[in-house]
Nanobody, 124 residues
Framework: QVQLVESGGGLVQAGGSLRLSCAASGRTFSSYAMGWFRQTPGKEREFVAAISWHGRSTKYTDSVKGRFTISRDNAKNTVYLQMNSLKPEDTAEYYC?????????????????WGQGTQVTVSS
C-alpha cells in the first residue's frame, strides 16, 4: 500500500488554473494506477481522472475533458492534476487514490489508498 498526500488546492477565480499534486510514499508507487476524485458537501465522491501505471492511458469524466490533465512522474512518486479554465462547479475537496488497475480507478473499485484531500474553491 502507498500513503498519499495531496497539495496545491486554493482559491481561484473562474477561468483560472491550479495544479494539484499527490505525493506517494512507498517503493511500489509505479505499480499503481492513480486517480483524482472530488466531493462536495452532501454529495457522493465522484471520479475526475485516472492514469495508468505507465502513464500512457488516461481517462476523464466528461465535465473536465479538455480542461484538466492528469499526469504522473514515477521517479518522483507523484501524480498531478492540471486544472485550467476552472468553473465554480469545480469547487470541491479533491482526493487522489491508488488502485491495482486502471479500470478499477475508473470504476472506483478496490481503491487501496486515499489522501486526506485538498480544497479547491472557484469564485465566479
Amino acid at each position: 500500500q502507498v500513503q498519499l498526500v495531496e497539495s496545491g488546492g486554493g482559491l481561484v477565480q473562474a477561468g483560472g488554473s491550479l495544479r494539484l499534486s499527490c505525493a506517494a510514499s512507498g517503493r511500489t508507487f509505479s505499480s499503481y494506477a492513480m486517480g483524482w476524485f472530488r466531493q462536495t458537501p452532501g454529495k457522493e465522491r465522484e471520479f475526475v481522472a485516472a492514469i495508468s501505471w505507465h502513464g500512457r492511458s488516461t481517462k476523464y469524466t466528461d465535465s473536465v475533458k479538455g480542461r484538466f490533465t492528469i499526469s504522473r512522474d514515477n521517479a518522483k512518486n507523484t501524480v498531478y492534476l492540471q486544472m485550467n479554465s476552472l468553473k465554480p462547479e469545480d469547487t470541491a475537496e479533491y482526493y487522489c487514490a491508488a488502485a491495482g488497475t486502471f479500470g478499477a480507478v475508473i470504476a472506483s473499485l478496490d481503491l487501496t489508498s486515499w489522501g486526506q484531500g485538498t480544497q479547491v474553491t472557484v469564485s465566479s
